[in-house]
């Protein structure tokens, strides 16, 4: 496995993806070490509503006195969980019919599609909406509805990877080996598409927590009283007039975590496409198929 | 011409049926079912049985999916529970403000993505392009949500320029207030595509301008202006047209985040109020309308593409 | 010539390009002097990275931005280098036209070809735009496309392969250049289209009076087209003079070891002297002269290692960059029969065939509409019948698209046979289940043509050479690690580079890789797909030689698959000539060179460029005309109808049948099958040179 520690060594060479790792370690350790800091998502000051920033509390404080910070903190271990669960549902779903679909083709590839052209005939927030719509609003059902709007792209970068390597000579080598199916799709094929799919874990890592934050923006992701960034900032909507800074702070703590996660993805993917230009063997002449 | 657009919507028939399925089926996922959907928890057993025979749910899986279509498509997509009008007429009048604030958009996306992104292509790795790709990034990434709420607290609070909340104003009525009124949602939207239009469309161009046409197109002594605006555009632009089309089709509805940062009466709005009030007939026909159009324009873009590239036959 | 007395079109002095590369200047060019004249095609030769192409874009003032030029190019007394854009371009199409390598990019996809071809001389205001479409006509029809009136409208997928290649030819010249650059014309096209061109471009050379700068790695086109030559090696010209006494007493080490390094169409079966080692890259330079480490005659001298030979004259108008020119050998050819090559044990051919291949039928479903309804066949293979025994090297050659990887793919199993049958070591494996195939693999092995998309990146080099014994569970039985160092020998790699990973190796060395996984099983048949086309000229010889010992010592059988004729005449014992899905002609190998009998394989083989510029003008040389048909829709009767010289009423009807043709080894598939005419002079003008 030295490719992929040199790989990754080449993405923290780049600065913008320094900048993101640190942003998100940092908040990766908050939210792991929330319940052991000195703060409280949940404890009313009733004397302290809508106050601005302050020593004591450094986001302010929001309608019912609650410290603001605390709430984000705790916003970003709910953040953080449902994007994993879900990055982890689209995966665990989407990467096998990917594969199939690309491996097999002829009609498993035909009704495995047309189920993935399903989930894609409406945009992705309408599909979480109609999920949640059936299911009824709660914390399964905002991970169940992120989850299952993003296993579309994963089935369709595995099955687009798999293709281009079922054409590849170095997979027809091994069937031309005597390599049986299964020798073929879980130790030839599938060891040279992580990467793309890496990449993806990170992109779509992205769009399920701008996906949660909207859905509960919208008033029908998790359930108060479970801090979120995305009910923060509709709460904190409602109070533009008198505490501009409820809605502006947790709103740039989701961006900056949005932002970092992309700028990841596309640091990775374009190292990779590097990697693939030095391989690639200088065309200025030679033969012909 | 007409037979390649037949083909490609019967091509899309399938996925259509399988997602009305999916759609007639919500109700029946629903804790109580479509009785319990109208008489709520605490019916009786009598009303029950009245209601589930006025409703021919005693009939056939089939037969009932079969009606709810056939009723679908003569337009009857049943009445709100809620405000009890047909549904139709509710969804009827909010999608002009759903369709005028994506045109709206769309207009503002291409007026920002297209010159950053011809102006990032034509000179690849200088500072210019760094910063453009750096505002694309941006444009991309920060939540519309928040955007939104920004740019209301700028405009509408600290300003007082423009309304923090917009009605919808239909463009012949009155084109100033209309403006006044869509500005602010159609800027919050346009900045995000316009991030998407920007990316796609250097994307492209960068490939196009290594290709070995171009090569050729110099070779022939053709003035730059000619290289880049003609050949290289042409060719960048077929790719482009099916973003900007996938894009506008995802505005009907996409829009819903938006629409409810500005309390703007679209039929993203009309959905969510539906959601929260658990209006199930309402609810079905908005996914129902949206998904339809959704796939027409898909199957526009698609007509489009085979029109303007001369390389797809649609014999 | 008396061209050599007027003011040269261009002359190019002491010419350096580099480009910048992860902070440093990386020379692709290194210090060149050129003159070319009117009336004259100027050649020059090299191997990958030998600067060859950077020399042409720097001519023509099309290098990117990133590049670095130093030293002089006048053209028509302008100095390019010194031209701002706008005197570059008002140059271009007006005194410079240029032909590139690959039509099916050249040209933009969504332009008529019209508008392609005018453009440039209406941007020049040379033509005015309602007389464009005349003009457009007029030049298509120079470059001999029928019906040029309806083709001005269409688009380049309309288009096949030749067609593209001759509109760029049109469109480089449809502004009268002084200097026309092209830059390996032919590499993209098969053998029987690229005599076409190269005779169009000799053609209209000749009638404009243009000056041409040839630019190939093909010593066989050099020969056929230029005038004069000058090859490249590192960065430099090395040699530069006439074309006839580069061919006959080159004075360079490098351009002798070429010419030694080819297997040839006219040469004996002596071994290939292949040169060691491999070329240069840019950034990798050796120091004093580029091509010591290589080199036959330098045996390690300090002079050579430290100090880079200038361009020297060693005869008249021949310069060779040399320390030592007088200690260069001549490169003494053709060598018929030297007996270099060891012997090998004679194939026994009494004995029931290897592998026998009866009326084999590959046929693809083409498909189309929504329900991906089957609307024909797309014949790949169509009735192909040969036979391999053991030890034995078969030939199978054709042009692109003849069915020849498919029938080598359906022999090993990947693909679906359609109909016939395939006996491998007196078995029927024609529709083996999966398993039994699995055992009748470990006797039959696949080479790729391209070693790069073979090797899986992701797995070291010892590890990809192990594969089959762990697929087939027999990697400790057949001696473990042992066995894999003892593969890397056999196959002329160190062991100390099983640990490398695919991307660290150089072309040569994963072609060896590949053979060396092919032979792990210990098979007795290896079908090679075009083992080395993708290879640089000066590596062919390596991986040629490579596979004649592997094969004497091992016993091996070969199905050798590739378009180029000269390396299946070196390599083969019989060779089998394929178009369009089925054999043509099949012979002893003597006997299919000496004496072909089938029109086609009499073409192909008079198209083939013959590295010795003196039979230019006097071996015969027939041209077919049109191209390979589309394999979906066949022409009738002899699918080789259409384009034969030999063609009658019966060959449109009725398909030959493939049958022996007295007093030769030969089997032949037609209704006139028969040796050339030897005279000259014969009456079907495209029976004559």
Not at chain 3, 567 to 589: C, T
Not at chain 3, 603 to 618: C, I, N, Q
């Given at each position: 496995m030295r490719r992929s520690r040199e790989l990754a060594r080449r993405v923290v060479a780049r600065s913008a993806a320094k900048v993101s790792l640190a942003w998100l370690a940092t908040l990766i350790v908050l939210a792991i070490l929330a319940p052991v800091l000195p703060i409280d998502p949940l404890a009313q000051d009733l004397t302290a509503e809508l106050e601005g920033p302050s020593a004591a509390h450094w986001f302010g404080t929001d309608e019912l006195g609650r410290d603001i910070m605390a709430r984000v903190i705790y916003g970003a271990r709910t953040s953080l969980m449902t994007a994993a669960g879900a990055v982890a549902i689209a995966g665990a779903v989407g990467v096998p019919i990917g594969l199939m679909a690309g491996f097999f083709g002829g009609w498993r590839d035909a009704v495995l599609m047309r189920l993935i052209d399903v989930l894609l005939a409406l945009p992705g927030i309408l599909l979480a909406m109609a999920i949640i719509a059936v299911v009824g609003r709660s914390q399964a059902a905002a991970l169940l509805a992120v989850g299952i709007t993003g296993i579309p792209s994963f089935a369709r970068i595995t099955r687009a990877q798999v293709l281009s390597l079922r054409k590849r000579d170095f997979v027809v080598a091994v069937e031309a080996l005597g390599g049986s199916a299964a020798y073929t799709m879980f130790r030839t094929v599938l060891p040279n598409s992580w990467s793309p799919i890496l990449v993806q874990v990170v992109v779509l890592s992205s769009v399920a927590i701008l996906l949660e934050a909207a859905l509960a923006f919208l008033g029908i992701g998790i359930p108060p009283p479970t801090p979120s960034w995305g009910e923060m900032l509709r709460t904190g909507k409602t109070y533009l007039y008198e505490a501009p800074t409820y809605a502006v702070l947790p709103g740039l703590v989701l961006t900056l975590t949005i932002l970092s996660l992309d700028m990841l993805g596309r640091v990775m993917a374009s190292v990779l496409e590097d990697r693939h230009e030095i391989q690639e063997p200088a065309a200025l002449q030679g033969g012909r198929p | 011409m007409i037979g390649y657009i037949l083909r490609r919507l019967a091509q899309l028939l399938p996925v259509l049926l399988l997602a009305s399925v999916g759609i007639w089926a919500m109700v029946y996922a629903i804790p109580g079912g479509p009785v319990g959907m109208i008489l709520g928890e605490n019916a009786t057993p009598e009303q029950i049985a009245a209601l589930r025979a006025e409703l021919g749910l005693d009939r056939p899986v089939i037969v009932q999916y079969w009606a709810w279509l056939t009723n679908a498509l003569a337009g009857d997509l049943g009445v709100s529970l809620h405000s009890r009008q047909p549904v139709v007429s509710l969804i009827g009048e909010r999608l002009p403000a759903t369709i005028q604030l994506g045109l709206a958009a769309t207009v503002v996306g291409l007026l920002i993505g297209i010159p950053v992104a011809v102006a990032s292509a034509l000179m690849p790795g200088s500072w210019l392009d760094r910063a453009l790709s750096g505002w694309s990034a941006l444009a991309l990434g920060v939540p519309t949500f928040w955007l939104g709420i920004l740019l209301i607290l700028l405009f509408a609070v600290h300003l007082r320029w423009l309304p923090s909340a917009s009605g919808y104003v239909p463009f012949w009525e009155s084109p100033i207030e209309m403006l006044r009124n869509i500005l602010l949602p159609a800027l919050t939207l346009g900045i995000y595509v316009s991030g998407i239009f920007a990316r796609f469309l250097r994307a492209s161009l960068v490939a196009e301008l290594r290709a070995d046409y171009v090569r050729t197109a110099r070779s022939k002594g053709l003035p730059e202006r000619d290289v880049v605006g003609r050949h290289v555009m042409r060719n960048a632009m077929l790719p482009f047209v099916t973003i900007v089309g996938l894009m506008m089709a995802n505005f009907i509805g996409g829009t819903v985040v938006t629409e409810a940062v500005f309390t703007y009466p679209g039929l993203g709005r009309l959905l969510i109020t539906a959601i929260s009030t658990r209006d199930y007939p309402l609810i079905q026909g908005c996914i129902l309308v949206i998904l339809v159009i959704y796939i027409l324009i898909n199957v526009m873009v698609d007509v489009l593409y085979a029109y303007i590239d001369p390389r797809i036959e649609y014999a | 010539m008396s061209a050599r007395m007027a003011e040269p079109v261009l002359s190019v002095r002491a010419l350096e390009v580099a480009f910048m590369a992860s902070g440093r200047p990386v020379p692709a060019v290194r210090g060149i002097d050129l003159d070319v004249h009117a009336n004259e095609v100027l050649g020059i030769v090299g191997e990958s990275g030998s600067g060859k192409s950077v020399t042409s874009l720097a001519i023509s003032g099309l290098l990117p931005p990133t590049a670095r030029v130093r030293g002089s190019i006048r053209l028509g007394g302008v100095e390019i280098t010194e031209a701002d854009h706008e005197t570059l371009r008002r140059m271009r199409g007006v005194d410079v036209g240029m032909v590139f390598q690959d039509p099916t990019t050249t040209l933009n996809p969504v332009f008529t070809i019209g508008r392609q071809l005018t453009e440039g001389q209406i941007a020049h205001g040379r033509l005015r735009a309602d007389a464009a479409r005349a003009r457009a006509i007029e030049l298509l029809r120079e470059v001999d496309i029928p019906d040029p009136a309806g083709r001005v409208i269409q688009y380049p997928h309309q288009f096949s392969g030749g067609m593209r290649q001759r509109a760029v030819i049109a469109m480089a010249m449809a502004g009268h250049p002084r200097l026309i650059i092209a830059d390996e014309p032919t590499t993209a096209l098969d053998v029987t289209v690229q005599a076409q061109v190269l005779s169009l471009l000799a053609r209209r050379q000749a009638e404009t009076g243009a000056a041409v700068i040839l630019i190939t790695h093909d010593l066989g086109v050099i020969a056929e087209m230029a005038h004069r030559v000058a090859v490249m090696y590192g960065g430099r010209i090395v040699e530069s003079g006439p074309v006839e006494q580069i061919f006959a007493r080159p004075r360079h080490p490098y351009t002798v070891a070429l010419l030694r390094s080819l297997p040839r169409l006219d040469g004996g079966a002596a071994r290939l002297e292949p040169i060691p080692g491999q070329p240069p890259a840019p950034s990798n330079l050796p120091p004093g002269c580029a091509f010591h480490p290589r080199c036959a005659v330098a045996r390690d001298r300090a002079r050579c290692r430290t100090e880079e030979p200038g361009l020297r004259a060693c005869g008249p108008a021949h310069l060779s960059a040399c320390h030592f020119v007088e200690e260069v050998p001549a490169?003494?050819?053709?060598?018929?029969?030297?007996?270099a090559q060891p012997a090998r044990p004679a194939v026994r051919r009494d004995s029931e065939p290897l592998l026998t291949v009866e009326n084999l039928q590959v046929h693809f479903p083409i498909k189309a509409g929504i329900l991906r309804?089957?609307?024909?066949?797309?014949?790949?293979?169509d009735g192909v019948s040969l036979t391999v025994h053991e030890g034995e090297t078969v030939g199978l050659v054709g042009e692109s698209g003849c069915g020849k990887t498919t029938t080598g793919r359906a022999v090993m199993g990947l693909v679906r046979v359609t109909g016939g049958r395939i006996r491998f070591g007196g078995r029927d494996i024609t529709a083996l289940g999966r398993g039994a195939m699995r055992q009748v693999r470990r006797h039959m092995q696949y080479v790729f043509q391209d070693p790069f998309a073979s090797l899986n990146p992701i797995k070291s080099a010892g590890e990809i050479v192990a594969e089959p014994l762990r697929i087939h569970g027999l990697y400790d039985e057949m001696g473990g690690a042992g066995r894999i160092a003892r593969l890397f020998e056999m196959v002329g790699l160190s062991p100390g580079m099983m640990g490398r990973f695919p991307h660290e190796f150089s072309g040569g060395q994963k072609q060896r890789i590949g053979i060396a996984r092919a032979l792990a099983l210990e098979p007795r048949l290896l079908i090679l797909d075009e083992p080395v086309a993708s290879l640089d000229v000066s590596i062919q010889a390596q991986i040629i030689n490579l596979l004649q010992d592997l094969q004497r010592e091992l016993r091996l059988a070969y199905l050798f698959i590739a378009h180029d004729l000269s390396v299946v005449r070196h390599i083969s014992d019989r060779v089998a000539v394929m178009y369009l899905g089925r054999i043509v002609e099949e012979s002893e190998k003597q006997a299919l060179y000496a004496t072909p009998v089938h029109p086609y394989t009499q073409s192909l083989l008079s198209a083939v460029p013959v590295p010795d510029p003196t039979v230019r003008g006097v071996r015969r040389r027939i041209v077919l005309e049109g191209e390979i048909p589309n394999p979906a829709s066949p022409p009738p009767g002899c699918a080789f109808h259409p384009r034969c010289f030999r063609a009658s009423a019966r060959c449109s009807a009725e398909a030959p049948a493939f049958l022996p043709y007295p007093g030769l080894p030969t089997r032949a598939a037609c209704h006139h099958a028969g040796p050339l005419i030897p005279a000259p002079g014969a009456k079907h003008p495209q029976e004559v040179a």
């Amino acid at each position: 496995m030295r490719r992929s520690r040199e790989l990754a060594r080449r993405v923290v060479a780049r600065s913008a993806a320094k900048v993101s790792l640190a942003w998100l370690a940092t908040l990766i350790v908050l939210a792991i070490l929330a319940p052991v800091l000195p703060i409280d998502p949940l404890a009313q000051d009733l004397t302290a509503e809508l106050e601005g920033p302050s020593a004591a509390h450094w986001f302010g404080t929001d309608e019912l006195g609650r410290d603001i910070m605390a709430r984000v903190i705790y916003g970003a271990r709910t953040s953080l969980m449902t994007a994993a669960g879900a990055v982890a549902i689209a995966g665990a779903v989407g990467v096998p019919i990917g594969l199939m679909a690309g491996f097999f083709g002829g009609w498993r590839d035909a009704v495995l599609m047309r189920l993935i052209d399903v989930l894609l005939a409406l945009p992705g927030i309408l599909l979480a909406m109609a999920i949640i719509a059936v299911v009824g609003r709660s914390q399964a059902a905002a991970l169940l509805a992120v989850g299952i709007t993003g296993i579309p792209s994963f089935a369709r970068i595995t099955r687009a990877q798999v293709l281009s390597l079922r054409k590849r000579d170095f997979v027809v080598a091994v069937e031309a080996l005597g390599g049986s199916a299964a020798y073929t799709m879980f130790r030839t094929v599938l060891p040279n598409s992580w990467s793309p799919i890496l990449v993806q874990v990170v992109v779509l890592s992205s769009v399920a927590i701008l996906l949660e934050a909207a859905l509960a923006f919208l008033g029908i992701g998790i359930p108060p009283p479970t801090p979120s960034w995305g009910e923060m900032l509709r709460t904190g909507k409602t109070y533009l007039y008198e505490a501009p800074t409820y809605a502006v702070l947790p709103g740039l703590v989701l961006t900056l975590t949005i932002l970092s996660l992309d700028m990841l993805g596309r640091v990775m993917a374009s190292v990779l496409e590097d990697r693939h230009e030095i391989q690639e063997p200088a065309a200025l002449q030679g033969g012909r198929p | 011409m007409i037979g390649y657009i037949l083909r490609r919507l019967a091509q899309l028939l399938p996925v259509l049926l399988l997602a009305s399925v999916g759609i007639w089926a919500m109700v029946y996922a629903i804790p109580g079912g479509p009785v319990g959907m109208i008489l709520g928890e605490n019916a009786t057993p009598e009303q029950i049985a009245a209601l589930r025979a006025e409703l021919g749910l005693d009939r056939p899986v089939i037969v009932q999916y079969w009606a709810w279509l056939t009723n679908a498509l003569a337009g009857d997509l049943g009445v709100s529970l809620h405000s009890r009008q047909p549904v139709v007429s509710l969804i009827g009048e909010r999608l002009p403000a759903t369709i005028q604030l994506g045109l709206a958009a769309t207009v503002v996306g291409l007026l920002i993505g297209i010159p950053v992104a011809v102006a990032s292509a034509l000179m690849p790795g200088s500072w210019l392009d760094r910063a453009l790709s750096g505002w694309s990034a941006l444009a991309l990434g920060v939540p519309t949500f928040w955007l939104g709420i920004l740019l209301i607290l700028l405009f509408a609070v600290h300003l007082r320029w423009l309304p923090s909340a917009s009605g919808y104003v239909p463009f012949w009525e009155s084109p100033i207030e209309m403006l006044r009124n869509i500005l602010l949602p159609a800027l919050t939207l346009g900045i995000y595509v316009s991030g998407i239009f920007a990316r796609f469309l250097r994307a492209s161009l960068v490939a196009e301008l290594r290709a070995d046409y171009v090569r050729t197109a110099r070779s022939k002594g053709l003035p730059e202006r000619d290289v880049v605006g003609r050949h290289v555009m042409r060719n960048a632009m077929l790719p482009f047209v099916t973003i900007v089309g996938l894009m506008m089709a995802n505005f009907i509805g996409g829009t819903v985040v938006t629409e409810a940062v500005f309390t703007y009466p679209g039929l993203g709005r009309l959905l969510i109020t539906a959601i929260s009030t658990r209006d199930y007939p309402l609810i079905q026909g908005c996914i129902l309308v949206i998904l339809v159009i959704y796939i027409l324009i898909n199957v526009m873009v698609d007509v489009l593409y085979a029109y303007i590239d001369p390389r797809i036959e649609y014999a | 010539m008396s061209a050599r007395m007027a003011e040269p079109v261009l002359s190019v002095r002491a010419l350096e390009v580099a480009f910048m590369a992860s902070g440093r200047p990386v020379p692709a060019v290194r210090g060149i002097d050129l003159d070319v004249h009117a009336n004259e095609v100027l050649g020059i030769v090299g191997e990958s990275g030998s600067g060859k192409s950077v020399t042409s874009l720097a001519i023509s003032g099309l290098l990117p931005p990133t590049a670095r030029v130093r030293g002089s190019i006048r053209l028509g007394g302008v100095e390019i280098t010194e031209a701002d854009h706008e005197t570059l371009r008002r140059m271009r199409g007006v005194d410079v036209g240029m032909v590139f390598q690959d039509p099916t990019t050249t040209l933009n996809p969504v332009f008529t070809i019209g508008r392609q071809l005018t453009e440039g001389q209406i941007a020049h205001g040379r033509l005015r735009a309602d007389a464009a479409r005349a003009r457009a006509i007029e030049l298509l029809r120079e470059v001999d496309i029928p019906d040029p009136a309806g083709r001005v409208i269409q688009y380049p997928h309309q288009f096949s392969g030749g067609m593209r290649q001759r509109a760029v030819i049109a469109m480089a010249m449809a502004g009268h250049p002084r200097l026309i650059i092209a830059d390996e014309p032919t590499t993209a096209l098969d053998v029987t289209v690229q005599a076409q061109v190269l005779s169009l471009l000799a053609r209209r050379q000749a009638e404009t009076g243009a000056a041409v700068i040839l630019i190939t790695h093909d010593l066989g086109v050099i020969a056929e087209m230029a005038h004069r030559v000058a090859v490249m090696y590192g960065g430099r010209i090395v040699e530069s003079g006439p074309v006839e006494q580069i061919f006959a007493r080159p004075r360079h080490p490098y351009t002798v070891a070429l010419l030694r390094s080819l297997p040839r169409l006219d040469g004996g079966a002596a071994r290939l002297e292949p040169i060691p080692g491999q070329p240069p890259a840019p950034s990798n330079l050796p120091p004093g002269c580029a091509f010591h480490p290589r080199c036959a005659v330098a045996r390690d001298r300090a002079r050579c290692r430290t100090e880079e030979p200038g361009l020297r004259a060693c005869g008249p108008a021949h310069l060779s960059a040399c320390h030592f020119v007088e200690e260069v050998p001549a490169p003494s050819l053709p060598r018929e029969s030297d007996g270099a090559q060891p012997a090998r044990p004679a194939v026994r051919r009494d004995s029931e065939p290897l592998l026998t291949v009866e009326n084999l039928q590959v046929h693809f479903p083409i498909k189309a509409g929504i329900l991906r309804r089957r609307i024909g066949w797309l014949r790949a293979v169509d009735g192909v019948s040969l036979t391999v025994h053991e030890g034995e090297t078969v030939g199978l050659v054709g042009e692109s698209g003849c069915g020849k990887t498919t029938t080598g793919r359906a022999v090993m199993g990947l693909v679906r046979v359609t109909g016939g049958r395939i006996r491998f070591g007196g078995r029927d494996i024609t529709a083996l289940g999966r398993g039994a195939m699995r055992q009748v693999r470990r006797h039959m092995q696949y080479v790729f043509q391209d070693p790069f998309a073979s090797l899986n990146p992701i797995k070291s080099a010892g590890e990809i050479v192990a594969e089959p014994l762990r697929i087939h569970g027999l990697y400790d039985e057949m001696g473990g690690a042992g066995r894999i160092a003892r593969l890397f020998e056999m196959v002329g790699l160190s062991p100390g580079m099983m640990g490398r990973f695919p991307h660290e190796f150089s072309g040569g060395q994963k072609q060896r890789i590949g053979i060396a996984r092919a032979l792990a099983l210990e098979p007795r048949l290896l079908i090679l797909d075009e083992p080395v086309a993708s290879l640089d000229v000066s590596i062919q010889a390596q991986i040629i030689n490579l596979l004649q010992d592997l094969q004497r010592e091992l016993r091996l059988a070969y199905l050798f698959i590739a378009h180029d004729l000269s390396v299946v005449r070196h390599i083969s014992d019989r060779v089998a000539v394929m178009y369009l899905g089925r054999i043509v002609e099949e012979s002893e190998k003597q006997a299919l060179y000496a004496t072909p009998v089938h029109p086609y394989t009499q073409s192909l083989l008079s198209a083939v460029p013959v590295p010795d510029p003196t039979v230019r003008g006097v071996r015969r040389r027939i041209v077919l005309e049109g191209e390979i048909p589309n394999p979906a829709s066949p022409p009738p009767g002899c699918a080789f109808h259409p384009r034969c010289f030999r063609a009658s009423a019966r060959c449109s009807a009725e398909a030959p049948a493939f049958l022996p043709y007295p007093g030769l080894p030969t089997r032949a598939a037609c209704h006139h099958a028969g040796p050339l005419i030897p005279a000259p002079g014969a009456k079907h003008p495209q029976e004559v040179a």
